[in-house]
């Protein structure tokens, strides 16, 4: 039997899930890396330059599994393969993502793997194009200086989240190269429309697994 100041293994592991558990639910985004190769200096160099709004947490890919069930977080098995460590993202994704981007140019035996962001999981080709995003920052800009006529929707932008801005951004660039002149409102409004049938087809399937 173990003393009071001994915990059995298991003990450890389910204290160990429930942080990495904790840890899903409460990030805004997740990015997989493999640090094989990397040497301890190294990761305390990566964990610095990805700030304080980015924990990386080291786990066994056994535990990181559970830990991504218990949080309703799927899709990530695949990845979870080799020396696994996760970067879970507090704060901006894309700034997250450039810090990983920036680290790796320098230190080519990190390898990301991919990440989850917006109840998806995300290819590694994914994570590469949010790192090569413009900043929030720039991109706000360049929208609410389009939107000098709509004030009320060029305020919503400074609160909305960083895909959302690069969703905007893009619609009004794809819109303009199709017609050759259309407004940033029509562009709002489009992604506008769509994340508004994203979150009805959401409700629809909640629905229907109520009901089953």
Same mark, same amino acid.
């Given at each position: ?37 990397? %040497? ?26 559970? $830990? ?21 993202? %507090? ?90 002149? %259309? %407004? ?19 409700? $629809? ?8």
């Amino acid at each position: 039997m173990a003393t009071e100041t001994e915990r059995p293994p298991n003990a450890d592991k389910v204290a160990a899930v429930a942080e990495i558990a904790a840890e899903f639910r409460d990030a805004s985004a997740m990015v997989v890396t493999e640090y094989r190769g990397l %040497s301890m200096k190294q990761i305390s160099q990566l964990r610095r330059s990805l700030g304080t709004d980015v924990t990386y947490t080291v786990a066994k890919n056994t535990l990181v599994k559970r $830990a991504a069930a218990d949080a309703g977080v799927e899709g990530l098995d695949d990845l979870l393969v080799g020396p696994t460590a996760i970067a879970f993202v %507090s704060g901006e994704p894309v700034d997250a993502a450039k810090a990983l981007r920036d680290f790796q140019r320098d230190n080519k035996a990190l390898v990301v793997k991919g990440g989850y962001m917006e109840g998806r999981a995300l290819s590694a080709v994914e994570v590469t194009q949010l790192a090569d995003l413009e900043s929030r920052e720039v991109l706000l800009g360049k929208l609410a200086g389009a939107m000098k006529g709509n004030l009320t929707k060029a305020a919503q932008l400074f609160s909305a989240p960083a895909s959302q801005v690069a969703r905007l951004a893009q619609a009004l660039q794809d819109k303009r190269a199709a017609e050759g002149t %259309s %407004s940033t409102e029509d562009a709002v409004a489009a992604v506008e429309s769509a994340d508004a049938e994203a979150a009805t087809e959401a409700a $629809a399937e909640n629905t229907e697994t109520a009901d089953a």
